[in-house]
């Protein structure tokens, strides 16, 4: 039904301004808890202990929602709930729940030409490898990723710097972007393009805010004129 729905959307331009990178779009993906109760609980839910010894019964799942930079409105898809046997830990559930999501709703959403951006635990090859008929975007923090970011280390890559603003609002925007970089060690090592973005204010010593390297399979991100 969601795919029936926003196939019609898109047939009456709906998703047009959602679209970015030679006619792609956004789906994000994201866990998040919907239950809660110390009291109430089913044989479906999760279980945790907390500091008072008291436990918790609680139900998460895996959100899917199509978004797009400067857009209030979103597009929600179909969850993917997490399943108890998937594990104690938050992160592996969520993982698991994502790569079930990917097979089972990823052709189907195929033809919208997807990215998923995510955090940096989805920022795995067999997640990678999952993100069937789409690319991704994802968060890739160095303390995880120590191969990808040795790799990284002494070596010159393209970059490009950009101030924006005025006044106390003025941020330098540094940008430097690396192709074929491999996500982990190993001969089948997934191959991606890694970006790095430092914002700071003109002349600090530090950036006062950064993402981090963001490994992503599209032909255009950064353009001649920092677009």
């Known amino acids: 039904m969601f795919a029936t729905i926003l196939r019609d959307v898109d047939g ?3 998703l047009a301004p959602m679209r970015c990178l030679d006619g792609r779009v956004l789906i994000a993906l994201d866990g998040s808890e919907h239950f809660c109760s110390r009291k109430i609980s089913c044989p479906h839910c999760s279980t945790r202990k907390r500091a008072d010894g008291d436990v918790e019964h ?21 969850p993917e709930f997490v399943r108890p046997q998937d594990g104690a830990a ?16 990823g052709p189907a959403y195929a033809w919208l030409k ?16 999952q993100a069937t008929g789409g690319s991704f975007l994802l968060v890739c923090k160095p303390s ?17 710097s950009e101030t924006k603003g005025r006044g106390p609002d003025k941020r330098v925007y540094r940008y430097r972007w690396m192709s074929g970089v491999p996500l982990r060690d190993g001969d089948d090592a997934l191959t991606v393009n890694w970006l790095e973005v430092e914002i700071s204010k003109p002349g600090a010593a530090k950036p006062t805010g950064s993402m981090c390297g963001r490994p992503f399979r599209c032909k255009s991100e950064i353009r001649s004129d920092g677009r």
């Not at 592996?92 to 079930?100: H, M, S, Y």
């Not at 995880?144 to 490009?160: I, P, R, W």
């Open 114 to 129: 997807p990215v998923y951006p995510g955090d940096d635990l989805y920022a795995r090859q067999p997640m990678a490898l």
């Open 58 to 78: 609680f139900h998460t799942f895996l959100g899917a929602t199509l978004v797009a930079s400067g857009h209030k409105t979103v597009v929600p898809l179909p």
């Open 144 to 160: 995880s990723h120590k191969t990808l970011a040795e790799y990284l280390t002494g070596v010159e890559m393209d970059s490009l």
């Open 12 to 14: 009456h331009g709906g």
């Open 90 to 105: 938050k992160q592996g559930c969520e993982t698991a729940a994502a790569k079930r999501w990917l097979a089972r709703l």
